[in-house]
């Protein structure tokens, strides 16, 4: 059985940063590229970032990019998610998932149960 657990949310103030992690267990972790996504509250789940099996390639989106860093630890079958700088419009509630497929894709086959994450004076 595949499980994906998220941890590391919480409430932070405007600047602040967190740390998510996402422990994977049930599946071979360096076989799957994994993602980060969030879902804002009355809002569709949207892409945050991506990476490869090894590690060597990750992707953002631009609202994020240059304050947020995705990892991953093959050996602890776990990624990462470094969120520095944070402003109001990240509050949501972050996923991360795992795809057999390359990181560009779009088809997840596994997801978390996701973390919420608040940024609030």
């Known amino acids: 059985q595949v499980q994906l657990v998220e941890s590391g949310g919480g409430l932070v103030q405007p600047g602040g940063s967190l740390k998510l992690s996402c422990a994977a267990s049930?599946?071979?972790?360096?076989?799957?590229?994994m993602g980060w996504f969030r879902q804002a509250p009355g809002k569709e789940r949207d892409f945050v970032s991506a990476?490869?099996?090894?590690?060597?390639?990750?992707y953002y989106t631009r609202s994020v990019k240059g304050r947020f860093t995705i990892s991953r630890d093959n050996a602890k079958n776990t990624v990462y998610l470094q969120m520095n700088f944070l402003k109001p419009e990240d509050t949501a509630v972050y996923y991360c998932a795992a795809t057999r497929g390359d990181v560009g894709s779009d088809d997840y086959d596994y997801w978390g149960q996701g973390t919420q994450v608040t940024v609030s004076s």
């Open positions: 049930g599946l071979t972790f360096s076989r799957f590229s």
């Open positions: 990476i490869n099996r090894s590690g060597g390639s990750t």
